[in-house]
């Protein structure tokens, strides 16, 4: 199994706290991903990062930032959480070879609620 | 921007054969995965194309039309236990990796 790792699994946290998923690896994959799960939408993009330090916005951003300070941790924080954010959220990460990307491998992702 | 159109739902019985259809619209194109996602759990890796043709791999196949922006996946010999979500995935070279929505797949007896 791909070396991926999301903390924490499971959150309740209140409307306006600030919120912190973290997703460590130990493959040292060059891709980051963070999507969020929801009925009726798929998977959808939250923010990526092609490298330390390199990160750009997804389709569903608002709301959302994220930190990549080393190759192993992305960081996805919610800086004041509201209901609509109430999901799972999943961190996929992503290497290339020979010039092509390999396939994603998913963290077993975090069920956040906001109440 | 990119596009991505799967069934949103199917229903096939056991040990039979069932095709699940995906068209992409994207802004350049580099391959296209295809997960498998059992409720409550995170998608796992099934196939991946990257040029024209048929992928076998045991009871699923994936094949790929990059001209006619088409992917199918075909299993065979259903089981209950592929019944699960299956996920279409484009990456494109500037673009990160956007799915579907998903079909969710029933198997029945």
């Known amino acids: 199994d791909a070396g991926i790792t999301q903390s924490p699994r499971h959150k309740v946290t209140e409307t306006g706290t600030p919120v912190t998923l973290r997703c460590h690896q130990t493959?040292?994959?060059?891709?980051m991903y963070w999507y969020r799960q929801d009925p009726g939408h798929g998977l959808r993009l939250i923010h990526y990062?092609?490298?330390?330090?390199?990160?750009d916005k997804g389709e569903v951003s608002d709301g959302y930032s994220v930190s990549r300070s080393k190759t192993e941790d992305f960081l996805l924080t919610l800086e004041s959480a509201t209901s609509s954010q109430t999901s799972v959220y999943f961190c996929?990460?992503?290497?290339?070879?020979?010039?092509?990307?390999?396939?994603?491998?998913f963290g077993q992702g975090t069920r956040l609620t906001v109440v | 921007g990119q596009n991505i159109d799967q069934p949103t739902e199917m229903t096939a019985t056991e040990g039979a054969i069932v095709q699940i259809n995906c068209t992409y619209q994207t802004s350049g194109f580099n391959g296209l995965f295809w997960y498998q996602q059992h409720a409550g759990e995170a998608p796992t890796f099934l196939s991946y194309?990257?040029?024209?043709g048929l992928e076998e791999k045991g009871r699923f196949s994936s094949f790929l039309s990059r001209s006619k922006g088409y992917s199918y996946l075909l299993l065979k010999e259903l089981q209950m236990k592929d019944s699960a979500s299956y996920l279409c995935?484009?990456?494109?070279?500037?673009?990160?990796?956007?799915f579907g929505k998903g079909t969710r797949l029933s198997v029945i007896a």
């Open positions: 996929a990460i992503q290497s290339q070879s020979g010039g092509m990307n390999t396939e994603a491998f």
């Open positions: 493959e040292n994959h060059r891709y």
């Open positions: 194309n990257v040029l024209d």
């Open positions: 995935a484009v990456f494109s070279g500037n673009t990160p990796l956007v």
């Open positions: 990062s092609y490298g330390v330090k390199d990160t």
